[in-house]
């Protein structure tokens, strides 16, 4: 019997790895923070391994993932200030309020009348 043997070469040395977007990275490591996920559960669903979900729970932590690590007892969101333009004779207190987000543990409050254009920044690096 005659045999052949040929190497089987592979232009990537690492393999034929998924890269899966960091959308999708991001998606589930939100669902497994969620309370009482299961992270085995979460991977099997969505077609990775568990493993890998952790590791994208680390990156996340460390704010590798692209977005601030808000789930960390230290994780504080970038804020700028501008001058701001001397308050005019004509308002009232009646416009004056205040705002308060929560988003998990994360507790924004405004007070006053905030800037249109700082209030729509803050809300946008909150939101993402």
Do not use: C
């Not at 998606?27 to 590791?55: D, K, T, Y």
Request: aromatic share 4%; net charge positive.
């Amino acid at each position: 019997m005659d045999t052949n043997f040929q190497p089987i070469i592979s232009t990537n040395a690492r393999g034929h790895y998924l890269q899966h977007p960091l959308e999708f990275k991001r998606a589930l490591v939100a669902l497994s923070l969620e309370p009482r996920a299961s992270v085995a559960r979460i991977a099997r669903e969505h077609g990775v391994n568990a493993n890998q979900v952790f590791s994208w729970r680390q990156l996340y932590q460390q704010g590798r993932l692209g977005l601030p690590a808000l789930m960390r007892g230290d994780g504080l969101l970038p804020v700028m200030l501008a001058p701001t333009a001397p308050a005019s004779s004509n308002t009232s207190s009646d416009a004056d309020g205040i705002i308060v987000l929560e988003l998990g543990e994360v507790r924004l409050r405004i007070e006053g009348q905030p800037n249109a254009a700082t209030l729509a920044q803050v809300l946008d690096r909150v939101l993402r």
